[in-house]
């Protein structure tokens, strides 16, 4: 089991930026990857960015070029931030790690980019 924990979540206006958090239980060479998903009200959960076990990251193309994923290994922690935010950009935003063919998820931190 892997539990994950983010933070970091609000309100911003647009051309601003915010740092997410997600904190996993285990350590981030166990999981197969970790990733940033999003989704807004009515539209499916999409995929953000993630970073793999050896630390390659990519991202959607709708993001690339504002969004930054990385991680801290020593704190099992991956980060996502996010520059030049849009308002296009509001969405619940998910952590998600992938542990042994399982899937995980956090709970989900709002973010909201005011025009």
């Known amino acids: 089991q892997v539990q994950l924990v983010e933070s970091g979540g609000g309100l911003v206006q647009a051309g601003g930026s915010l740092r997410l958090s997600c904190a996993a239980s285990?350590?981030?060479?166990?999981?197969?990857?970790m990733g940033w998903y999003r989704q807004s009200p009515g539209k499916q959960r999409e995929l953000v960015a993630r970073?793999?076990?050896?630390?390659?990251?990519n991202y959607a193309d709708s993001v690339k070029g504002r969004f930054t994923i990385s991680r801290d290994t020593a704190r099992n922690t991956v980060y996502l931030q996010m520059n030049s935010l849009e308002p296009e950009d509001t969405a619940v935003y998910y952590c998600?790690?992938?542990?042994?063919?399982?899937?995980?998820w956090g709970q989900g931190t709002q973010v909201t980019v005011s025009s």
């Open positions: 970073i793999i076990n050896s630390g390659i990251p």
């Open positions: 998600n790690a992938r542990y042994v063919g399982d899937i995980y």
């Open positions: 285990r350590s981030i060479f166990s999981l197969s990857a």
